[in-house]
Structure formats: structure tokens, C-alpha cells
T-cell receptor, first 112, second 115 residues
Framework: GDSVTQMEGPVTLSEEAFLTINCTYTATGYPSLFWYVQYPGEGLQLLLKATKADDKGSNKGFEATYRKETTSFHLEKGSVQVSDSAVYFCALPSGNTGKLIFGQGTTLQVKP | DADVTQTPRNRITKTGKRIMLECSQTKGHDRMYWYRQDPGLGLRLIYYSFDVKDINKGEISDGYSVSRQAQAKFSLSLESAIPNQTALYFC??????????????FGPGTRLTVL
């Protein structure tokens, strides 16, 4: 079945460091791919998405490129801020139910 | 006001008690979902509903039931709570008729602790 695998956390970085959170997937066909973010005490928010191969999703300085050949959708940011501290989830829709399959989440902590 | 709301936000209960978690949305979406989040496991689907008359089990529905009272309301019940149902519960909505049909919108979550 469809699945998503994320790198294990927590990831701890200093402010202005470069961020990469790895995500790989297994899926039937070529579904859209998502990154959701969960700030402390809040629900999940859509961070970015890509709908087809080679698409790049971007938002708030974060980017991720849909790589069909490596079945990956790695999240990157060139210079993280303390306010980026959160849990990040990679996800894809599965089947015709619309349900999302999530990775296990990666906690990012950015220190001043 | 938030588009997807959940009540209560936090709940502590005892084993064997019946608990209802409620979700309301003002987005006008037909599809609604209940997920639970456990550390290291991501989110897993409990139930989903395509409309008031169409309710389906997700991957971990045992021990849970749902009610879709209206397009805007989708409730999750634990008939007899047990400690391993301690988790963070999220409601989500989506609109299959829109261009971004596969995007889901989440509520703030309910933190449930079963003692």
C-alpha cells in the first residue's frame, strides 16, 4: 500500500542554518505530495504542495521538489528561524477516499 | 473565527467512560475526517465521511464510532474509553469539487487522556 517515510528527529539547528528534512514515498500512480506543519499547541497547517513530477512547492521560504525518479519530496529552507520550530509532516492522498497518508513527523527545534 | 473547530480542546477521563469529541466547520466542505496522532506514528485515519449519509471506517476504527449530524458537524465517540486511546485527535475537511480537492484543512485538535 501507499506509505510515507520521513527522517527521524528531532532535528536541532542554530538560527540561520540550512534545513533539510527527508521524505520518501511509495504510491500507486503520481499523487500530489504535501508538507504540513504543526506549531506547538496548534493543528496542522498546509505548508506547501506539489501536484506532479518536477513541480516545486514553496511557501514561507520553504521548498520541496517532487522527484519521481527517487520517489522523494525533501523539505528545504536556506535559513531557519526560531519561529520555524515545529513538527513537520510529509503526506500524500491515498485512493479515492481523499484520506491522507502521513509520515511519522519530524520535530525541528531552532535555537537562537 | 477558525474554519474548523473542535471541542473540547483538552479532556481527561477515566477508563470505561463514554466520551464524545465534536467537530464543526464553516468551510462548506462535504468531506470530513477524524485522525489520531501518536508520537512517532504520525496521523492515522479513524473514520471519514463524504456526506451526511456516507460514513466509512478508516484504518483504526475499532473502539470508536462517529455521527455526521449535518454537513458542518462530525462527532467522534469513544463508547468505553481505554488508556491506549490517549492521543491527540484531529478533525479535518476537504472539498472534492475544488481545484485543490486533495488538500485537507485541520482543526486545532483535542488532547484526550484516559486514566
Amino acid at each position: 500500500g501507499d506509505s510515507v517515510t520521513q527522517m527521524e528527529g528531532p532535528v536541532t539547528l542554530s538560527e540561520e542554518a540550512f534545513l533539510t528534512i527527508n521524505c520518501t514515498y511509495t504510491a500507486t500512480g503520481y499523487p500530489s505530495l504535501f508538507w504540513y506543519v504543526q506549531y506547538p499547541g496548534e493543528g496542522l497547517q498546509l505548508l506547501l504542495k506539489a501536484t506532479k513530477a518536477d513541480d516545486k512547492g514553496s511557501n514561507k521560504g520553504f521548498e520541496a521538489t517532487y522527484r519521481k525518479e527517487t520517489t522523494s519530496f525533501h523539505l528545504e529552507k536556506g535559513s531557519v528561524q526560531v519561529s520555524d520550530s515545529a513538527v513537520y509532516f510529509c503526506a500524500l492522498p491515498s485512493g479515492n477516499t481523499g484520506k491522507l497518508i502521513f509520515g511519522q513527523g519530524t520535530t525541528l527545534q531552532v535555537k537562537p | 473565527d477558525a474554519d474548523v473547530t473542535q471541542t473540547p480542546r483538552n479532556r481527561i477521563t477515566k477508563t470505561g467512560k463514554r466520551i464524545m469529541l465534536e467537530c464543526s466547520q464553516t468551510k462548506g466542505h462535504d468531506r470530513m475526517y477524524w485522525y489520531r496522532q501518536d508520537p512517532g506514528l504520525g496521523l492515522r485515519l479513524i473514520y471519514y465521511s463524504f456526506d451526511v449519509k456516507d460514513i466509512n471506517k478508516g484504518e483504526i476504527s475499532d473502539g470508536y464510532s462517529v455521527s455526521r449530524q449535518a454537513q458542518a458537524k462530525f462527532s467522534l465517540s469513544l463508547e468505553s474509553a481505554i488508556p491506549n486511546q490517549t492521543a491527540l485527535y484531529f478533525c479535518a475537511t476537504s472539498d472534492p469539487t475544488r481545484r485543490s480537492a486533495d488538500t485537507q484543512y485541520f482543526g486545532p485538535g483535542t488532547r484526550l487522556t484516559v486514566l
